[in-house]
């Protein structure tokens, strides 16, 4: 199964791009790799899923190498709601797994 | 018109009570599950059903047993609560898994507590 490694917190101010990394070295083949933001008192919710290269939607980007062994979810210009929990998620496209991340704690300043 | 709800919101019970948490997806989904989110706000699958048919069990024991009346709905039973049961329960939804994942929706969570 694939494990993997956050980190636990960040900090930032608002107007800045973050990066939360989330490295995955065992990976499967069929595992796409989704992120999904979390306030106190509410549940997960999706931000954006890629399998490789580069994703973009509206409200992120998501940079994945040609290992696949990390990702790297990206906020342009935050602001203080973007303050929240982030957690990477293998989803194996049979569904035979779910696997969170650990999750980062991200903190906005003004 | 809210997308997926649970209920109740908060629960709380003693050791050894059956209880029951309800689920309910206006969304038109064919999957949802069950997560456990515990203390330290680790989110760990439970259940996931497809069309009525369960397709993932994880290491969950027999005391938690998913059941879903219809499409639109997935309860979640418990038997015999113990203290370790305490945590705060998500049920979820996304479209049919065939093609791949999909986004899933999340409902807003049960707070149990075993007391």
């Known amino acids: 199964l694939a494990k993997t490694t956050q980190p636990i917190s960040m900090d930032s101010y608002e107007g800045q791009e973050v990066n939360i990394t989330c490295s995955h070295n065992?990976?499967?083949?069929?595992?796409?790799i989704t992120w999904y933001q979390q306030f106190p008192s509410q549940g997960p919710r999706f931000i954006i899923q890629?399998?490789?290269t580069k994703v973009t939607n509206e409200v992120a980007s998501l940079f994945i190498p040609a290992d696949r062994k990390s990702s790297t979810l990206s906020l342009p210009r935050v602001s203080l709601s973007d303050t929240a929990v982030y957690y990477c998620?293998?989803?194996?496209?049979?569904?035979?797994?779910?696997?969170f991340g650990s999750g980062t704690r991200l903190s906005i300043r003004p | 018109d809210t997308a997926v709800s649970q209920t109740p919101k908060y629960l709380v019970t003693q050791m050894g009570n059956d209880k029951s948490i309800k689920c309910e997806q206006n969304?038109?989904?064919?999957?949802m599950y069950w997560y456990k989110q515990d203390s330290k706000k680790f989110l760990k699958i439970m259940f996931s059903?497809?069309?009525?048919?369960?397709?993932i069990n994880e290491t969950v024991p027999n005391r938690f047993s998913p059941k879903s009346p219809d499409k639109a709905h997935l309860n979640l039973h418990i038997n015999s609560l113990e203290l370790g049961d305490s945590a705060v329960y998500f049920c979820?939804?996304?479209?049919?898994?065939?093609?791949?994942?999909?986004?899933?929706?999340f409902g807003p969570g049960t707070r149990l507590t075993v007391t």
């Open positions: 890629g399998y490789k």
């Open positions: 969304l038109g989904h064919d999957t």
């Open positions: 065992n990976i499967a083949t069929n595992d796409y």
């Open positions: 059903y497809n069309n009525k048919e369960l397709i």
């Open positions: 998620l293998f989803f194996g496209s049979s569904a035979s797994k779910i696997i």
């Open positions: 979820a939804s996304s479209q049919d898994l065939a093609g791949g994942p999909d986004e899933q929706y």
